[in-house]
C-alpha cells in the first residue's frame, strides 16, 4: 500500500478527545505503529523535538503552574507519580518524649510534628545529607545510628505561664497566657558535628511555615521533646512528599459552530467561568457572506471563544437546547496543563525538574539491564 499522509486538520481532528452531554469519546491514543493503514507512526526522536511544546503560565516560590504539549499520558502521569512519592525531602521521623502535660496525647502530638514542613540549605540537604538506615522488621534489620551526615536534631520545649499584665476580665487566652499557642516557629534546630557547615544563617534548618499551629496549652501545662528528621519520599509515608498537590489536566477546546447571537450569546457566556466566553460584534463582511449564519445581524453581539485554558468543562452548555448543535466540547489529548504547589523545601519550578531527572535515571538503568539480559 502506497504511504499515505493525513492532513493537519485530520491530525488534530485525532488528538482530541470529544466531550459529550453524558459521554466522551475518542479517548484512546492512536498515534502508534499500526493503526492507521499506510501511515508511519514509528516514534522519531527529530519529530518528539519538534512537537513537544513547554510553557509558563505563572512560575513562584511555592506554585507553578505550565503546559507541557506533545507527550503521551503515560509520561505526564509518570511526572506526576514521582512528584508525589520518589523526591527526597526532610521530615521528622521520630519523637522523644521527655514531658507532656497537653491535652494532646504522645502518639498524636508527633504525627503533628511529622507533618510540619521543614527547608534548609539546599546544598546540605543533597550533598551532605545521607539516607538513615530505618529498622526493618520483615527482614530482621535494626536502625542505623543517628550521625550528623544522616540526621538532623531539633528540639521543643515551652510551658505555658499567667501573664501578670493581663488586664482584669481579659478573656482572650493569648492576652491572658504566655505561650498559651505553640508554633511551629517553637521548634529549634540545635546542629551537632559538621552541620553547622552547611546549616548556619538563611540555609539553617528552620519551618516552612512558622504559623502552624500545634498545640494549645494552659497554665501548668509544658511540652519537652527532641526530635529526629531525616530524608525520605513519598513513597515511604507522604510526610516526605514535596507537594502539597501535584496535578494535571488536559486542555479543553471549544468550537462554535454555528453563530450564537444576541440573548443567547449571554447565556452561553454564562454557561462557563469568567473569562472563557467573550463578544464580538458581527461585521458588515460577514452579514453580507452568503452561508455565514450571520446573514441580516451586522452590529449584533456574537459569542466568541477567548480562553479555553480557564474553561473547567461543566458542559453546561450541552444542557441548554437552544445551543444543541451550535458547540462541541474536547479536550487535546497531548497537551496537559500541570499545577505544582511546593511544601516549601523544593522551589515549584525545580521540582518538575527533579521528577524529569527521577525518570531519567529510570530509563537508564532499564536500559542497561535490558542489555544485560540479552547477554
Not at 518538575?352 to 536500559?367: H, T
Request: aromatic content about 8%.
Amino acid at each position: 500500500m502506497a504511504p499515505y499522509t493525513p492532513s493537519q486538520e485530520e491530525l488534530q481532528r485525532r488528538k482530541v478527545v470529544g466531550i459529550n452531554l453524558e459521554t466522551v469519546d475518542d479517548v484512546t491514543s492512536t498515534d502508534f505503529p499500526g493503526h492507521y493503514a499506510g501511515e508511519d507512526h514509528s516514534w522519531d526522536l527529530d519529530l518528539f523535538r519538534k512537537n513537544l511544546k513547554i510553557q509558563f503560565h505563572h512560575n513562584t516560590q511555592f506554585n507553578a503552574s505550565f503546559s507541557v504539549a506533545g507527550i503521551d499520558a503515560s509520561v505526564a502521569n509518570a511526572f506526576r507519580r514521582i512528584l508525589l512519592a520518589e523526591i527526597p525531602t526532610l521530615a521528622i521521623e521520630y519523637v522523644f518524649m521527655n514531658n507532656n502535660t497537653s491535652v494532646i496525647q504522645d502518639e498524636v502530638l508527633a504525627h503533628r510534628l511529622g507533618l510540619v514542613p521543614l527547608k534548609g540549605g539546599r546544598k546540605g540537604l543533597l550533598e551532605f545529607m545521607k539516607w538513615f538506615s530505618k529498622a526493618n522488621e520483615e527482614e530482621g534489620t535494626e536502625a542505623g545510628e543517628a550521625f550528623d551526615y544522616n540526621t538532623i536534631t531539633l528540639h521543643l520545649q515551652i510551658e505555658c505561664t499567667r501573664n501578670p499584665d493581663a488586664a482584669p476580665g481579659e478573656t482572650d487566652s493569648n492576652k491572658l497566657y504566655i505561650n498559651s499557642a505553640v508554633h511551629a516557629s517553637d521548634i529549634v534546630f540545635e546542629p551537632v558535628g559538621r552541620q553547622p557547615e552547611f546549616f548556619s544563617g538563611d540555609d539553617t534548618i528552620t519551618v516552612t511555615n512558622p504559623d502552624i499551629l500545634i498545640a494549645k496549652l494552659r497554665p501548668g501545662q509544658c511540652i519537652d521533646l527532641d526530635m529526629h528528621a531525616i530524608k525520605g519520599i513519598g513513597a515511604d509515608h507522604a510526610k516526605f512528599s514535596p507537594v502539597a498537590t501535584a496535578s494535571y489536566r488536559l486542555l479543553p477546546t471549544i468550537t462554535i459552530l454555528k453563530p450564537i447571537l444576541g440573548n443567547d450569546a449571554e447565556k452561553f457566556a454564562k454557561c462557563f467561568p469568567k473569562g472563557v466566553i467573550g463578544f464580538e460584534k458581527v461585521t458588515k463582511e460577514e452579514a453580507s457572506t452568503p452561508g455565514s449564519g450571520y446573514e441580516g445581524h451586522a452590529g449584533e453581539k456574537k459569542a466568541v471563544v477567548k480562553d479555553t485554558m480557564k474553561d473547567t468543562v461543566s458542559r453546561e452548555c450541552l444542557r441548554h437546547e437552544e445551543f444543541q448543535g451550535k458547540v462541541k466540547l474536547g479536550r487535546i489529548r497531548d497537551h496537559f496543563i500541570f499545577s505544582i504547589e511546593s511544601t516549601g523545601q523544593w522551589d515549584s519550578d525545580e521540582l518538575f525538574l527533579e521528577s524529569i531527572k527521577a525518570l531519567k535515571q529510570k530509563c537508564v538503568r532499564f536500559k542497561r539491564n535490558l542489555s544485560l539480559m540479552t547477554k
